[in-house]
């Protein structure tokens, strides 16, 4: 890899555009990159590392943004950076993500993260990517490296190799991996840890399942499980179950035997039962057929009263609607006597007068009624008649309403627009002065605004080591009263099972006199068959039951359901407390507590400046809108004045023509609406006059018909009045009732006439009472005696086919349970293997640690290489594969360092070197692990490499021999760029690159 070019634009310490040309620089082989201290020179080296792989190294990757806070505020960062690797000749452009000030209003908005990637072929550049991870993909292909081995191989850090050099082994462990990338070892490591330990879950879940099967076989067999290898369970259960099966056969000959008996008693009961009923059942239908017929003359009463009601009830409906026709009328003639008063006209049958318009009439003559009607509907349509020519006249009155509104608000906006402009005169007036006000205000403000997202990590993060000190501090106590609750549930298991075992032992024990308490003489034993018991066993009074079983039982494993989940919570919480511990890192609550306060002031102070700025500037926008709002309005209402005049004008013409017209037709009611009001009101009263009318008569003619229906259905149903039929007539419910007590007397006669004609009551009538007394009793006894017999043969036969299933799951489970009891302990041995705690590793070494100390010898001779040259053939590194002094990780074997030093012969600790040498033993180690690493990655030249400061440590000698070391790293076209303060520098190395520090921001100087 040969860097050309490099351009940085308002990044790190750099607020403009500067350029690095390294072809330039690299024609001499070896340049110098210098400067005062925190000018900027290690920011170039970061500009060429964010350009490939978009980030930075150490701990300013933190930051939010690598922007220049020198940089003008709409200056965009840019790093762009010219190389050729692996032949081929690319340009990255990279652009890290940034808040730019908004294009409208205040604020910022961010700007997202972009890169551009381009190759040159045959003379043009050609696009590859737009895309950050393509981008990534792209070097990792070409360079093989991460972003950690780019900086120990490219950018070779001079005090990170001291530290290496004289670091721990744990230390130099991790060091290794990140350059090497060997965390597969040490997965393979965590792999195989915790494949042996799945193994392990698996093969102690298929024990367990053997074992539970094996606890179900002893429960249900009454027998302890033999102790040992599981491989004893097989003939022990199968013995078992031999046993069940022959006590199942004897037990189910007894019970055949008694269930026979039990059926011939059931039999000889019921034949019995059946005697008993039929003969009650005739003795029954002689009662009833004596008691029926002393009814009998109070059915024929019924039956007349319903023949009476049924002729009635076709009658009743025309007498009911004669009623309705009588109170019609009546109703009719009183609503004609109420219209014909509103109107001024006589009641029918009384004396009439005159009304203008109508005639008089008389009762009884219908001539006169119709003249009279004649003259009430001539005198409602010529009320209508007027009312409707009225009606068009409505239109103009509201119109007068409306032109009168709108000559009052015309005059009330007329004043109102006055008043406006008078305002907006007034306030414009007063808005220049303010305006220069707020401006110098603004300007002071912004000088005290800053970095708010910087503040806002630094409060978040001080939140966050709060928070988890607080944590720390929570878990610790809730971890240790989970420890105590835990061992009180492992105590209560234990206690538990070993109860629940005594129970089971003393079950079994006393299984005999368990069996021996359901005996009695003359019946047959369930276990041998006799009918005699001349030793039964005797138990102890104090034996436990089945139910005592059952609750030991159920307690034991809800003891052992309770230790596991207390076992889940000690783990769940040390995981926790972990955690908490590393993310407060070194800090306690106080000192978090502290942090958080200091990082809130100092944002409260950013944030109330910053809202100063955004409130000045928005009043000086408000400002700048009132001056010209104010010019606008002052312009609109003079036009708005001039335009409600004349309205007003026109309108008030219009009111008067308007005025006169209405005047005219309203006569002598008080406006148009009244009139028309009271012409409609008089032509309804005469409407309603003629309707009644009309209705009375209507009514009249039904009522005459009504009673001509009445009379002649009376008759045709043998009634000689009205009064005969209404005192006949019964409701449905009292008809429905009747029919129903006669149909009741009628098909209970029946029935009893059917029961005393069957033969089989006459025949049991006959016979003599049957002893169900008896016979029940026998049957009782025989049923008892079945049912015990068959509860034991049920038992034991349950029991006998529970065993075989038990015997066949448990063999199925210890076929089972064997690949994965073989899978753990070849999983088991690999594990420890690769740990370094198997007997097979001699050393003890895990598996990454032999990889990374293969790899640190490799790095050790590489350097060696060089630091014969650059000590004068006096030191030598030695790898050793002893663990250092102190040291008791498994892992620190085969990664030691020490220093042979030729002058006495005896090795040293790298600890013990001055600080010149210790620089020089780190740069041959940091240059041989850059060879080592560069072969790793794919063996890729690197024509361009910078070492980063530590020359300042050596004397006039040493620096010579180090610069010739340098000097020959040119070999085959290599640059060599040293970063370094150190003044004699400048002398020795003439092509330099000089970062120059302004309060503006640095520049870049090349020379050389």
């Known amino acids: 890899m040969r860097l050309h070019r490099l351009t940085v634009c308002a990044f790190g310490p750099f607020a403009g555009t500067e350029t690095v040309d390294f072809d330039r620089l690299g024609d001499g082989g070896l340049f110098l990159i210098h400067g005062p201290t925190g000018a900027g020179k290690t920011s170039v080296l970061d500009a060429v590392c964010f350009a490939l792989y978009g980030r930075v190294p150490g701990a300013r990757e933190a930051a939010r943004s690598p922007r220049s806070n020198h940089a003008s505020p709409g200056a965009a960062p840019e790093v762009s950076l010219e190389l050729t690797v692996r032949g081929r000749r690319l340009h990255f452009l990279r652009r890290p993500a940034w808040q730019r000030p908004k294009k409208r209003g205040t604020g910022t908005t961010e700007e997202k993260a972009k890169v551009v990637v381009t190759e040159l072929v045959e003379g043009a550049w050609h696009g590859l990517t737009t895309r950050p991870d393509e981008a990534g993909q792209i070097v990792g292909d070409l360079l093989g490296l991460s972003l950690a081995q780019f900086c120990q191989i490219v950018l070779l850090p001079q005090g990170d190799f001291a530290r290496f050099l004289r670091a721990d082994a744990r230390e130099r ?31 102690e879940r298929a024990e367990a399942q053997v074992a539970e099967k094996a606890g179900l076989v002893a429960e249900v067999g009454r027998s302890p499980r033999p102790e040992g290898d599981l491989e004893e ?3 022990w259960a199968a013995e078992m179950a031999a046993v069940a099966a022959g006590t199942a056969d004897d037990t189910a000959q007894a019970a055949a035997a008694a269930v026979q008996e039990r059926d011939a008693a059931r039999s000889r009961l019921d034949e019995a039962r059946e005697l008993e009923r039929r003969q009650r059942r005739r003795a029954d239908a002689l009662r009833r057929r004596d008691e029926l017929a002393g009814r009998e003359p109070e059915r024929e009463e019924s039956a007349a009263e319903l023949d009476a009601a049924e002729r009635a009830a076709g009658v009743m409906p025309l007498l009911r609607t004669e009623d309705q026709r009588r109170t019609q009328l009546e109703k009719a003639e009183l609503a004609a006597a109420e219209r014909l008063g509103l109107v001024g006209e006589p009641a029918p049958g009384a004396g009439g007068g005159d009304r203008p318009g109508t005639g008089s009439t008389g009762v009884g003559d219908s001539a006169d009624s119709a003249r009279r009607r004649e003259a009430l509907s001539a005198a409602e349509r010529a009320r209508r008649d007027e009312a409707a020519k009225l009606e068009h006249l409505r239109g103009d009155a509201d119109r007068l309403l409306a032109v009168r509104s709108e000559i009052a608000s015309a005059d009330t906006e007329s004043a109102e627009a006055r008043r406006r402009r008078e305002e907006c005169r ?7 002065e303010r305006r220069t006000r707020v401006a ?35 878990l610790t106590g809730e971890l240790a009263q989970a420890e105590e609750r835990r061992r009180a549930r492992v105590d209560a298991a234990q206690e538990a099972r070993d109860r629940l075992q005594g129970i089971r032992r003393s079950r079994i024990e006393g299984m005999a006199a368990e069996i021996a308490d359901g005996l009695e003489n003359g019946r047959a034993c369930p276990v041998c068959g006799s009918d005699e ?75 109330a400046a910053a809202a100063e700025v955004e409130r000045l500037a928005a009043e000086l926008q408000r400002i700048d809108a009132d001056v010209e709002k104010a010019r606008t309005d002052e312009a609109a209402l003079t036009r708005a004045i001039a335009e409600s005049e004349k309205v007003r004008e026109t309108k008030a013409a219009e ?9 005219d037709a309203r006569g002598e009611d008080a406006d148009l609406a009244t009139r028309i009001g009271r012409l409609a009101e008089e032509a309804d009263l005469l409407k309603a006059a003629v309707q009644a009318l009309d209705d009375r008569s209507a009514a009249a003619a039904d009522l005459r018909a009504a009673e001509r229906d009445a009379r002649a259905a009376t008759a045709e149903a043998g009634f000689t009045g009205a009064h005969r039929v209404r005192a006949a007539e019964r409701g449905d419910d009292e008809r429905r009732r009747l029919r129903e007590r006669i149909r009741a007397h009628d098909d209970e006669a029946a029935a009893v006439r059917a029961l005393l004609d069957d033969a089989d009551l006459a025949a049991a009538g006959a016979r003599p009472a049957p002893d169900t007394a ?49 899978r753990h302990s070849v999983a088991a041995g690999l594990a420890r293997l ?26 050790v001779a590489a350097a060696n290489d060089r630091l014969t040259t650059m000590a004068g053939a006096r030191y030598e590194l030695r790898h050793t594969v002893d663990k250092a002094a102190g040291d008791r990780s498994r892992s620190g074997g085969g990664l030691g360092l020490r220093v042979l030093d030729a002058w006495t012969g005896q090795e040293r600790d790298p600890a013990t070197l001055s600080g010149g040498e210790t620089f020089v033993a780190s740069l041959a180690l940091a240059l041989g692990l850059g060879d080592v690493a560069a072969q790793e990655a794919g063996g890729g030249d690197m024509h361009t490499l910078f070492i980063d400061e530590g020359f300042g440590t050596l004397d006039e000698e040493t620096l010579e021999e180090v610069l010739e070391v340098l000097d020959a790293l040119r070999d085959g076209g290599r640059a060599v760029g040293v970063v370094s303060h150190v003044a004699d520098l400048r002398t020795r190395i003439t092509t330099r690159l000089k970062v120059v520090k302004t309060p503006t921001g640095s520049r870049l100087q090349q020379t050389g």
């Open 655 to 663: 009111a008067g023509r308007l005025a006169r017209t209405l005047d």
């Open 533 to 607: 018991h001349p030793a039964p066993a005797e138990g102890a009074a104090d034996r436990p039951s089945p139910a005592d079983e059952e609750a030991a039982t159920a307690a034991a494993d809800t003891a052992a359901a309770e230790r596991s989940t207390a076992e889940n919570a000690v783990a769940e919480l040390n995981a926790k407390l972990e955690a908490a511990q590393g993310a407060a890192g070194a800090m306690d609550e106080d000192a978090a507590a502290a942090s958080v306060g200091r990082r809130r002031a100092d944002l409260e102070r950013l944030g």
């Open 834 to 859: 690769a740990a370094g705690t198997s007997a097979d590793n001699r050393e003890n070494v895990k598996l990454s640690a032999y990889v990374l100390a293969a790899r640190l010898e490799q790095v």
């Open 440 to 474: 110098a205000e603004l300007d002071a403000a912004r000088g005290r605004t800053g970095s708010r997202e910087s503040a806002e990590e630094a409060l978040e993060l001080a939140r966050t080591r709060l928070d988890s000190a607080r944590a720390v501090q929570r």
């Open 233 to 235: 369970l097989a003939p």
């Open 426 to 432: 007034e306030r414009a007036a007063a808005l220049p």
């Open 173 to 203: 462990q991790a060091s290794l991996e990140r350059i090497f990338a060997t965390d597969v070892f040490a997965r393979v490591e965590k792999w195989l840890d915790e494949h042996a330990n799945v193994c392990r879950k698996e093969a």
């Open 774 to 822: 008896g016979l029940s009793a026998a049957a009782e006894d025989a049923e008892g005696a079945a049912e015990h017999a068959v509860r034991w043969r049920d038992r034991f036969a349950e029991r006998a086919q529970r065993l075989a299933e038990l015997r066949a799951g448990l063999e199925h489970r210890l076929a089972a349970s064997r690949p994965a009891r073989r």
